[in-house]
């Protein structure tokens, strides 16, 4: 007897991982990948907690999205960006 699937199927795939990371590394948070690919941020939280790889996507993705900002505010204190907006950075 094989075991039936109650609810939905899935809607995860696993290239979702390197477009998290891709995503991620423009620094983009995470929360808006949901929109990216059309799901609820819920279902993000939970790819998250059933798919190992996608576990480890977020890590890197938020390593590489934390390199962005850092990238971004020391170009900022060097004067290579124009008009840069100190208080929106922070934020």
């Not at 059309?38 to 390199?67: C, M, P």
């Amino acid at each position: 007897m094989t075991k039936k699937s109650i609810g939905r199927p899935s809607k995860y795939k696993p290239e979702y991982c390197d477009l998290l990371i891709k995503h991620m590394s423009d620094g983009f948070m995470l929360d808006t990948f949901a929109s990216v690919i059309g799901v609820n941020i819920d279902t993000i939280y939970e790819w998250k907690k059933k798919h190992q790889e996608f576990s480890d996507a977020v890590k890197k993705g938020r390593n590489l999205e934390l390199f962005w900002y850092e990238k971004v505010g020391k170009a900022a204190i060097m004067g290579k960006i124009q008009n840069f907006n100190a208080a929106v950075y922070c934020f």
